[in-house]
Nanobody, 118 residues
């Protein structure tokens, strides 16, 4: 059974950084596109970005461009979301998801909370 587990969330002040991790269990991560999403209280879930199977292609949401980097280490079955210059509006639960391609995600993690204070 495939499982996706996020970690690394926490509380930071505006301007700070966090690195979230996503580990895949039960399958080989190299087979999958990996996406990051977030959901703030009272808002719909939105995409943060994704990384392609090769790790070469990456795409980021306009709201996060220049402040986030997604990277992967398939040998470790792990993907990271590095977030810098965090803003209070980045406060949300962040989710990792994997699938055969972008917008076709099959497995989701439980989420990790990120709280940014001003």
């Amino acid at each position: 059974q495939v499982q996706v587990v996020e970690s690394g969330g926490g509380s930071v002040q505006a301007g700070g950084s966090l690195r979230l991790s996503c580990i895949c269990f039960g399958d080989t991560l190299s087979n999958f596109v990996v996406g990051w999403f977030r959901q703030a209280p009272g808002k719909e879930r939105e995409s943060v970005g994704f990384i392609g199977v090769s790790g070469i292609f990456k795409s980021y949401a306009d709201s996060m461009k220049g402040r986030v980097t997604i990277s992967r280490d398939d040998a470790a079955n792990t993907v990271w979301l590095q977030m810098n210059s965090l803003k209070p509006e980045d406060t949300a639960v962040y989710y990792c998801t994997i699938g055969p391609r972008d917008r076709e995600y099959d497995w989701w993690g439980q989420g990790t909370q990120v709280a940014v204070s001003s």
